[in-house]
């Protein structure tokens, strides 16, 4: 990979974009792309400037199934310019979940002649940084945890994507919220491309209902229902953390839902970039007398 940099995905249809950057190049084009299409690359700047509105194609360039800014490495990939060019994906996607990202890069490989080859597993946090510091860095990288994505953009392996898609077209695809978590160490780490629905409570309805409880629909109103279940003698939480190479990864949703409501912001975003262990006071809720102490500790 040109320069060691690490790429760094996390957008499905600006993950086109930035497979089409590993194509065409940043400041640079990669090894592969030197490899499959020795053209020059063209300044990341004047990729900026160019007009975000989605381009009307040529008589000689095929239809692309998703809109595209034109002037861009993406235009460019679809007209054929990269065409044989191989690009390697690496992240956390194992079993099914490869197939489904291969099944989304259909229309794309078919309408640029790219190849995307996903070569990631449930192994990637371990084994990412190994890949880095061998110079075998993937193309393309999908991070899920923040904080080791932090630590490689401090180490200068990120490339900014900001510097090869216009801006003006990423505020089109984003809300400025989304593009403001994107922000670590002073640059762009990356684009989104998806968000999990996490955390969810399931509990006993007929039970509940039996003991005349009622699901809280506020922070203090489930302390007080923890503090209740506790003094009747029961555990009011359960999660289970075994999961193989992802155990405990449970326990660390939970752990950032308890941040968010209990500590500062600061701390938050100390926690998830790192440079706040798990095992700080800060990263715990505040512990009281009585029993919704023990109940919260359960949680974490």
């Known amino acids: 990979m040109s320069n060691k940099k690490l790429w760094m995905v996390l957008g499905l249809v600006l993950l086109l974009a930035l497979a089409l950057a590993a194509c065409g190049g940043t400041t640079t084009p990669t090894e592969t792309a030197q490899e499959a299409a020795p053209t020059e690359a063209a300044a990341p700047a004047e990729e900026a400037a160019a007009p975000t509105e989605a381009a009307a194609p040529a008589e000689d360039m095929p239809m692309a199934a998703f809109p595209y800014p034109a002037g861009s490495f993406l235009e460019r990939a679809i007209a054929g310019e990269f065409t044989g060019t191989v690009v390697t994906v690496d992240g956390p996607f194992a079993d ?23 070569i990631g597993g449930k192994e990637f946090e371990a084994s990412i940084s190994v890949r880095v510091d061998a110079g075998d860095a993937p193309d393309i990288a999908d991070f899920p945890q923040p904080g080791l994505l932090a ?22 695809q984003y809300n400025q919220s989304w593009l403001d978590m994107a922000q670590m160490n002073g640059q762009s780490a990356g684009v989104w491309h998806r968000f999990n629905g996490k955390s969810l409570v399931w509990y006993p309805k007929a039970q509940f209902e039996a003991a005349g409880y009622e699901v809280p629909t506020t922070w203090d109103e489930l302390v007080a229902l923890m503090d209740t279940i506790v003094a009747d003698g029961d555990t009011p939480w359960c999660i289970g953390v075994e999961s193989g190479v992802a155990t405990g990864w449970a326990a660390t949703d939970w752990t950032e839902e308890m941040m968010l ?40």
Do not use: C, H
Not at 155 to 164: C, I, L, M, N, T
Not at 268 to 291: C, R
């Open 261 to 300: 409501r209990t500590t500062s912001l600061e701390n938050y975003d100390a926690w998830v970039l790192g440079t706040l262990p798990f095992a700080s006071p800060k990263s715990k809720p505040p512990s009281k007398p009585g029993a919704a102490s023990g109940s919260t500790t359960a949680m974490s």
């Open 151 to 172: 630590g490689f953009v401090g180490q200068g392996k990120v490339v900014d994507p900001s510097s090869y898609i216009p801006a003006e077209w990423l505020s089109q």
């Open 96 to 118: 099914a979940d490869v197939i489904r990202f291969d099944k989304s890069m259909v229309a794309f490989e078919e309408a640029t002649g790219i190849d995307v080859q996903y």
